[in-house]
Nanobody
Framework: VQLVESGGGLVQAGGSLRLSCVASGSIGNFAYMTWYRQKSGKQRELVAI???????DYADSVKGRFTISRDGAKNTIYLQMNNLSPEDTAVYYC??????????WGQGTPVTVNA
């Protein structure tokens, strides 16, 4: 499966961005899909997860500010990011998990939040 992220960019603190991740196959095939981020010099960390049944969960640092959603007809998941802070600056990656085929990753989309 190929995953292509978009929507990253430069934003001022307090602003919003919406990231998109388009999958080459049906997202209904995945047990779950996630958004991760990797800050400079740090390990990749889980930001948000959406399971096939629609259940979602978030890292404590983004709860109440970020929302993961999906559009099955477009084979796309989204990450709506509100009230951004410089601490959210990172490269954001989309990930899909299939119980049969394992994990696939997108190429990442950078987000920079200026104070």
């Amino acid at each position: 499966v190929q995953l292509v992220e978009s929507g990253g960019g430069l934003v001022q603190a307090g602003g919003s961005l919406r990231l998109s991740c388009v999958a080459s196959g049906s997202i209904g095939n995945f047990a779950y899909m996630t958004w991760y981020r990797q800050k400079s010099g740090k390990q990749r960390e889980l930001v948000a997860i959406m399971y096939r049944g629609g259940i979602t969960d978030y890292a404590d640092s983004v709860k109440g500010r970020f929302t993961i959603s999906r559009d099955g007809a477009k084979n796309t998941i989204y990450l709506q990011m509100n009230n951004l802070s410089p601490e959210d600056t990172a490269v954001y990656y989309c990930n899909s998990h299939s119980t049969t085929y394992g994990d696939d990753w997108g190429q990442g989309t950078p987000v920079t939040v200026n104070a």
